[in-house]
């Protein structure tokens, strides 16, 4: 089991900068790929980055890439989104969430743990 928990969100001007922090407890979280989805209102959950286990590989949605970039402190348990250039359309609650396997990971049902959400609202 792994239980995550989100941090960093917050209000910030357009062209600006966050990083989101998603602390992990739990045996098996060198072993899980950790990744972040995000929701807009009214929008159906979407796929933002995800990282492996052992922190090699990593996939990002169109939209963020060149942006955003994730990282992870095995050591510290600690999964990283740093978000450069934020847009207005970035705005949303963004979640943390992991999954054993690397498959269908656009798919926000198949990951089987999530954390509470963080606001993160970019203001134009």
């Known amino acids: 089991q792994v239980q995550l928990v989100e941090s960093g969100g917050g209000l910030v001007q357009a062209g600006g900068s966050l990083r989101l922090s998603c602390a992990a407890s739990?045996?098996?979280?060198?072993?899980?790929?950790i990744g972040w989805f995000r929701q807009a209102p009214a929008k159906e959950r979407e796929f933002v980055a995800l990282?492996?286990?052992?922190?090699?590989?990593?996939d990002y949605a169109d939209s963020v890439k060149g942006r955003f970039a994730i990282s992870r402190d095995n050591a510290k348990k600690t999964v990283y989104l740093q978000m450069n250039s934020l847009k207005p359309e970035d705005t949303a609650v963004y979640y943390c969430?992991?999954?054993?396997?690397?498959?269908?990971?656009?798919?926000?049902?198949?990951?089987?743990?999530w954390g509470q959400g963080t606001q993160v609202t970019v203001s134009s």
């Open positions: 969430t992991g999954t054993e396997y690397w498959t269908s990971i656009y798919q926000a049902s198949l990951y089987k743990y």
């Open positions: 739990g045996r098996t979280f060198s072993w899980t790929h």
């Open positions: 990282i492996s286990g052992g922190g090699g590989s990593t």
